[in-house]
């Protein structure tokens, strides 16, 4: 079964840092271009970060300088280093192949408060 699941997501303080892991398993997806995306309520999910197999990286305006998106194709993992966090970072994140399919896992819940 081919099954994304997110983890590292959790409460930080503005300014923090957070770093978010994507296992994927069933398949592999090293030779596919991966992607970290985020949603909040009310709003449409949206493409944060996005790196190729041959990890070149694409980044949303919104995070540049502040977010690194990495992978480990030999675990088939695929990592977002998020620092100098900001409320409105607040949001369930997810990774998906980029362009997305259909197969969304549950999420990892980052919020940035005080």
């Known amino acids: 079964q081919v099954q994304l699941v997110e983890s590292g997501g959790g409460l930080v303080q503005p300014g923090g840092s957070l770093r978010l892991s994507c296992a994927a398993t069933g398949r592999s997806y090293s030779l596919y271009a991966m992607g970290w995306y985020r949603q909040t309520p009310g709003k449409q999910r949206e493409l944060v970060a996005s790196?190729?197999?041959?990890?070149?990286?694409n980044y949303a305006d919104f995070v540049k300088g502040r977010f690194t998106i990495s992978r480990d194709n030999a675990k088939n993992l695929v990592s977002l280093q998020m620092n100098s966090l900001k409320p409105e970072d607040t949001a369930v994140y997810y990774c998906?192949?980029?362009?997305?399919?259909?197969?969304w896992g549950k999420g990892t819940l980052v919020t940035v408060s005080s």
């Open positions: 790196i190729s197999p041959r990890r070149n990286t």
């Open positions: 998906n192949t980029a362009p997305a399919t259909p197969n």
